[in-house]
């Protein structure tokens, strides 16, 4: 009984993560850590709101920055590069915005905090659906 009760457990663990909500990413980017987080999990081709959260070398969260989400995706045979940029607003302790991917495939994303005359980046990939 104690067997199937941990197994249980196992797969609904592994089941909540592999459809978690939201795609989250957070990384170090200069004096700041900064978590982006998509509302879709996987991102999806269309509208994706896109919230992120700054904090700074003390862990407190940063809410006078400027900040913009850039997200390209790169030319293939007979298709020219999409490249897009939006400001985030911010929102509570959050900046928010959207990204509208036009089609399935892999994206680069660009978060830009603009910050005492300074810019640190933050840069990974997704993979829309």
Do not use: C
């Amino acid at each position: 009984m104690k067997k199937i009760s941990a197994i249980s457990i196992i797969l609904l663990l592994i089941a909540g993560i592999a459809y978690a909500k939201s795609y989250e990413v957070t990384k170090k980017a200069g004096e700041y850590t900064i978590a982006a987080t998509i509302d879709n999990n996987p991102p999806v081709v269309g509208e994706n709101g896109v919230t992120i959260e700054i904090k700074d070398a003390s862990g407190k969260g940063v809410t006078d920055a400027k900040v913009k989400v850039e997200y390209s995706m790169p030319a293939m045979p007979g298709m020219p590069a999409m490249n897009y940029k939006t400001d985030a607003v911010l929102k509570g302790t959050g900046y928010q915005s959207k990204m509208n991917l036009s089609m399935a495939g892999s994206w680069n994303v660009t978060v830009k905090v603009l910050r005492g005359g300074k810019t640190a980046t933050m840069k990974f990939n997704v993979d829309a659906h």
